[in-house]
């Protein structure tokens, strides 16, 4: 389905808008876009972005495919940049966003401005702009507290954090814009993504590239609770996929307000330390002898998370092409060669 769809889009370019364009998703989406020939309009402030992620998507597209991209540096709480954003654009690709349950906790007020109130700008700009598609990154923690696994779209339990309730409250203002206007709003429940372009730096770095180098750098690894929390983790180009199905979609294709994005398949923090020291092992023989230390349990974080995907499936055609293990492969190849 997604050789189709990109084939679709390859013989009828767009114009998309893609907010956080210089973030890890928003990074890896770019590179995709401009390889099959589509024009962008990439909106981010850099807050957590790297500008550095957009020349290496420029020496990997090639001069031809980078004059079709175009960067606006600017901010999705102020909502004129976000109406000059979308001026000739068919698609919106709202991915910025302050993710971390963490960071949510210290600062609720700037995540709640960032996240709801910025995403509200957007739908409400791409309506007043006249777009007829919006897809955004919704998040897994919307599930919070529900012991149901693996996790159906319709079944969510009480939000954990302020970060979750700015993705659950995103999710109610697009059903609000979905059933007032003529715009297809579609959600993308992103399960713990992971790939190239993912920051290892900072307070609130996700797991895998914070280990990566500190095993890399030989530094201590500190596993957050017993080890035994579980995620489905996603490896980019899967995520990749499911925004250009959701993009393609018809209006009424999608049923739901937000979809599952995951694998389908959940792995314990003790297997993915595994996995991973294993796969380093061969080029940084140090690693092996790496001992586990294990921390307290962090707030807010969900126990076990393991994704349905067969409305993905059903409604937007998405499989997802890499399992874990290859996935984890080409994120490792992509440290080695940008870390140190
Ligand atoms: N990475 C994951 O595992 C994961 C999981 C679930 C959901 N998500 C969601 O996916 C989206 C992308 O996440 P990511 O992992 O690429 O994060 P990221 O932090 O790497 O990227 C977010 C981008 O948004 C930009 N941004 C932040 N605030 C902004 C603002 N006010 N105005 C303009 N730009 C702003 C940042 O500079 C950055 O480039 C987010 O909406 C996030 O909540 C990610």
Not at 283 to 298: A, C, I, N, S
Not at 307 to 333: C, T
Request: aromatic fraction near 10%.
């Amino acid at each position: 389905m997604i050789d189709l769809v990109e084939e679709h889009f390859r013989k009828e370019p767009k114009t998309w808008l893609l907010t956080g364009v210089s973030g890890f998703i928003g990074t890896n989406i770019l590179k995709r876009l401009l390889t099959l020939g589509q024009k962008v309009v990439g909106l981010d402030n850099f807050s957590t972005g790297v500008k550095e992620n957009l020349q290496q998507v420029q020496k990997l597209v090639g001069e031809e495919a980078w004059s079709l991209f175009t960067m606006i540096e600017g901010d999705i709480r102020d909502f004129s940049t976000c109406k000059r954003a979308m001026e000739g654009v068919d698609i919106v690709l709202h991915q910025a966003a302050l993710g971390s349950v963490p960071r949510s906790f210290a600062n609720p007020g700037l995540t709640n401005e960032v996240n709801v109130g910025g995403t509200v700008n957007i739908f409400q700009a791409a309506k007043e702009m006249g777009i007829k598609k919006v897809v955004y990154a919704s998040s897994s923690s919307v599930y919070g507290d529900s012991q149901e696994l693996p996790k159906v779209e319709e079944n969510l339990g009480n939000a954990l954090s302020p970060y979750a309730v700015s993705k659950l409250t995103d999710e109610l203002y697009a059903s609000v814009f979905s059933n007032s206007t003529d715009m297809d709003l579609i959600g993308l429940r992103y399960f713990n993504v992971f790939g190239p372009y993912q920051s290892p730096e900072g307070p609130y770095a996700a797991v895998l590239p914070l280990w990566v180098k500190g095993m890399i750098k030989n530094q201590p690894i500190t596993i957050f609770g017993d080890g035994e929390t579980s995620r489905d983790f996603t490896f980019v180009e899967n995520v990749v996929d499911i925004n250009l199905l959701a993009a393609h979609a018809e209006k009424g294709k999608a049923k739901l307000r937000a979809y599952n994005c995951a694998c389908s398949a959940a792995y314990t923090l003790n297997e993915l330390h595994d996995t991973m020291q294993e796969k380093l092992a061969e080029d940084y023989p140090h690693v092996t002898k790496l001992e586990k230390k294990y921390g307290d349990f962090r707030e807010g974080d969900v126990r076990h998370s393991h994704a349905d995907i067969s409305n993905a499936s059903e409604d937007l055609g998405y499989k997802p092409r890499y399992v874990l293990a290859e996935g984890i492969d080409m994120a490792l190849e992509w440290y080695k060669n940008n870390l140190l």
